[in-house]
C-alpha cells in the first residue's frame, strides 16, 4: 500500500481475522464457522425472501376466510415483527393455489401465533373455500439492489 492512500477519493482500508481486547493479556483468538455467525445473525434478522418466487408455507383456509399459513420453525431472540412490501393495482405480491387455481393478493400478514421458535402468516381468502388447502408464496417482480421482500427482525 502506498504512502497517502488515506488523502485518496474513495480509498478503502479493509481488515479482517482481528480480535480486539482491553487488558494487557491477550486470550485465544475466537474462531467462528460462517455457519454459526449466521445462526447468531438469524436471530435478530431472519429474511425469508429475497427475488424472485419464494414458498412461504403450506396452510388452510379457516371459515371466515382467512388463511393461515405454517411458515416453518424460526430461531429468534424474541417473537418478531414482519416487514413485508406490499403490491398496488396490478402488482399482485402474493399467490395462493387451491388446486391448480391460483389467486393473487397484496398483502400478507404475521399472525399473532408467531413466536421466536416458529412463525405463521396469514392472507385474505374466500370464505367459501373454507377447509381447503393452500400453498402461499412470494410471487414479485424482481427488486433493486436484491433488497429483501419478505423478512422477520427481532431488533434490540
Not at 497517502?4 to 475466537?30: H, I, K, P, R, Y
Not at 460462517?34 to 431472519?46: A, G, I, M, Q, V
Not at 414482519?82 to 391460483?102: H, L
Not at 412463525?119 to 408464496?137: D, K, L, Q
Request: charged letters at 15%; glycine letters at 10%.
Amino acid at each position: 500500500m502506498g504512502a497517502g492512500w488515506w488523502t485518496t477519493s474513495n480509498s478503502t482500508f479493509m481488515l479482517t481475522g482481528v480480535q480486539l481486547e482491553a487488558g494487557s493479556t491477550a486470550s485465544d483468538f475466537a474462531h467462528e464457522s460462517f455457519d454459526e455467525t449466521l445462526r447468531k445473525c438469524k436471530r435478530y434478522c431472519h429474511v425469508i425472501s429475497t427475488s424472485g418466487y419464494s414458498l412461504l408455507g403450506l396452510g388452510m383456509q379457516y371459515y371466515s376466510g382467512t388463511i393461515f399459513i405454517d411458515g416453518g420453525p424460526i430461531d429468534m431472540r424474541v417473537a418478531p415483527t414482519m416487514v413485508a412490501k406490499s403490491g398496488t393495482s396490478g402488482a399482485y405480491m402474493y399467490e395462493k393455489v387451491f388446486g391448480n387455481s391460483a389467486e393473487y393478493h397484496h398483502q400478507i400478514g404475521l399472525d399473532g401465533k408467531t413466536q421466536e421458535k416458529h412463525v405463521v402468516f396469514n392472507m385474505s381468502g374466500t370464505a367459501s373455500r373454507h377447509g381447503e388447502a393452500v400453498r402461499c408464496s412470494a410471487h414479485f417482480a424482481h427488486l433493486s439492489n436484491n433488497e429483501a421482500f419478505v423478512y422477520l427482525d427481532a431488533e434490540l
